[in-house]
């Protein structure tokens, strides 16, 4: 069974840094596509970024291109969200997902495995 675990949350001003990990455990890494949602108070989940197997497809959300990066290390298991210029729209619960076929990478639904979620604040 997969597991993840995100971590690097916490409150951060506008215009801050904050860079978020995810660990993957219990299958093969480097066979699941990963990605990075976020849900914030009484919205929808939505799309951040996604990255494919290998790190050389990426894709972002409008709202943060330019200003996140998504990379993974098939090494350590691990991807990471970092996230640059905050704004405090960016505030929400983020998620790291992984999915292990084919999936239109924007879709929620499309994620085999979910992680409990870390929070990002960022005040104005």
């Known amino acids: 069974q997969v597991q993840l675990v995100e971590s690097g949350g916490g409150l951060v001003q506008a215009g801050g840094s904050l860079r978020l990990s995810c660990a993957f455990s219990g299958r093969s890494f480097s066979s699941y596509s990963m990605a990075w949602f976020r849900q914030a108070p009484g919205k929808e989940r939505e799309f951040v970024a996604s990255?494919?197997?290998?790190?050389?497809?990426?894709y972002y959300a409008d709202s943060v291109k330019s200003r996140f990066t998504i990379s993974r290390d098939n090494a350590e298991n691990t991807v990471t969200l970092q996230m640059n210029s905050l704004k405090p729209e960016d505030t929400a619960v983020y998620y790291c997902?992984?999915?292990?076929?084919?999936?239109?990478?924007?879709?929620?639904?499309?994620?085999?495995?979910w992680g409990q979620g870390t929070q990002v604040t960022v005040s104005s």
């Open positions: 997902a992984a999915a292990g076929g084919i999936v239109v990478v924007t879709r929620a639904p499309d994620y085999d495995y």
């Open positions: 990255i494919n197997w290998n790190g050389d497809s990426t």
